[in-house]
């Protein structure tokens, strides 16, 4: 499911939701604010719920 993300939603998903960092972290991995890390893991995650829900 996480192919149907783009690269920058899945790296949040996969950094927040499955490794556990939080937002802070992530960021600092990806070189993004913390704001950016949310906003890409709202949107990766409303999509995967999308999905399901077909």
Excluded: P
């Excluded at 927040?16 to 890409?40: C, I």
């Amino acid at each position: 499911m996480l192919r149907t993300l783009s690269e920058k939603e899945a790296a949040a998903v996969i950094l927040v939701d499955l490794e556990g960092l939080s937002h802070d972290t992530a960021g600092e991995r990806l070189g993004a604010h913390r704001g950016t890390v949310q906003r890409n893991r709202m949107r990766g995650l409303a999509k995967m719920r999308a999905v399901l829900g077909h």
